[in-house]
């Protein structure tokens, strides 16, 4: 059974480092199209970044390129997905989902597109 759980999330200043880590607990996401998405309070959730399947093709969206890093482990049969958070900003504040696609497509960035969710983790960023 699909089981997404994250850890890494916490409160860090202005211009901080957090990175965040999204485990395939039932070991059946294997080698499948990942991401991580934020929901800030008041808005609607938005895609942050994407990973393929492989981990050779990667998207962000525009408010993180340059600052946040995807990647992914697929040791062992379990794939465990990475989000490096560098300079980061009050605005990044938000709950922060990862979750697994089982779209046949490399990086998936559409959010109906992804099947499996985590629980989320709540990062915040202190001015």
């Known amino acids: 059974q699909a089981h997404l759980v994250e850890s890494g999330g916490g409160l860090v200043q202005a211009g901080g480092s957090l990175r965040l880590s999204c485990a395939d607990a039932g070991r059946t996401l294997s080698h499948r199209p990942m991401g991580w998405f934020r929901q800030a309070p008041g808005k609607e959730r938005e895609f942050v970044a994407g990973?393929?399947?492989?981990?050779?093709?990667?998207?962000?969206a525009a408010s993180v390129k340059g600052r946040f890093a995807i990647s992914r482990d697929d040791a062992d049969a379990k794939s465990t997905v990475y989000l490096q958070m560098n300079g980061l900003k009050p605005e990044d504040t938000a709950v922060y989902y990862c979750?697994?696609?089982?779209?046949?497509?490399?990086?998936?960035?559409?959010?109906?597109?992804?099947?499996?969710w985590g629980q989320g983790t709540q990062v915040t960023v202190s001015a």
């Open positions: 979750a697994a696609s089982l779209a046949l497509q490399l990086v998936v960035t559409t959010e109906s597109q992804y099947d499996y």
């Open positions: 990973i393929s399947w492989n981990g050779r093709n990667t998207d962000y």
